[in-house]
């Protein structure tokens, strides 16, 4: 007579599998979202049991960390607590870079506006006697020169810097003037004397301004200086 246990424990397998698979979904909860540093990561949390499983190689590309795997161990290594630190500052730096034509274009303007307060400077040393007109062609070419790094600044660091060259124009234009006007009321004490521009206080700020400008242009980042505002 065949015995009926064999019949009995092939149907038992089928039962047990789905029985645990049955506790296995109870003790499972629907995936949860995963958010690193504000960032939605690609795959959920799965909880089981009161813990929470999460994919190790989602977590690494979360994280930017490295994932490797070993014959005898899994390896996650976290990047340097400073690292966005730095790329934050890189990119910030970054953002200050002057361009190169605007660099271009500013070096011009600077050597237009060096001649004019030299010229300006000549002027009240030897107490040269000058036209307007001699004058206004500082003047002109400054502008045109300042109307060509305006032309060239692209970038928001262009801009700014190009703020500062148009400030130190302001400020030349304003002493030229009060040059010329010492001048014309035959002030000797102001537009003869050479000690004069020793004690100029805006002079004296122009001069400051243009060296840090010079330096600024040639480093290629955009810096800024109260001296120039």
Not at 1 to 7: D, I
Not at 11 to 39: D, E, H, I, R, W
Not at 153 to 176: C, G, H, P, V, Y
Not at 183 to 203: F, G, I, S, W, Y
Request: aromatic share 6%; with cysteine.
């Amino acid at each position: 007579m065949m015995s009926k246990h064999p019949s009995f424990r092939f149907a038992l397998y089928p039962a047990l599998v789905l029985a645990l698979s049955g506790m296995l979904f109870a003790q499972s909860t629907a995936n949860k979202t995963l958010v690193v540093n504000g960032k939605t990561a690609n795959a959920g949390v799965r909880q089981i049991n009161g813990r929470l499983y999460v994919d190790l190689e989602t977590l690494a590309q979360a994280t930017n960390a490295v994932f490797t795997v070993e014959p005898h161990r899994v390896v996650l290594t976290l990047p340097p607590s400073d690292a966005g630190a730095v790329a934050s500052d890189d990119s910030e730096q970054n953002s200050q870079k002057l361009s190169r034509d605007f660099s271009s274009a500013a070096i011009s303007a600077l050597a237009a506006m060096r001649e004019w307060r030299v010229a300006v400077r000549a002027m009240v040393l030897y107490g040269l006697a000058v036209s307007e007109t001699w004058v206004q062609t500082y003047h002109r070419q400054t502008l045109d020169a300042l109307e060509q790094a305006s032309v060239a600044a692209s970038t928001e660091a262009d801009k700014n810097a190009l703020q500062l060259l148009r400030n130190e124009a302001d400020m030349i234009t304003a002493w030229a003037n009060q040059v010329e006007a010492d001048r014309q009321q035959l002030n000797a004490e102001k537009v003869v004397d050479p000690n004069a521009l020793k004690d100029d206080p805006t002079l004296a700020k122009i001069q400051k301004c243009s060296q840090f400008l010079n330096s600024m242009v040639l480093s290629g980042t955009y810096n800024d200086d109260p001296g120039c505002r």
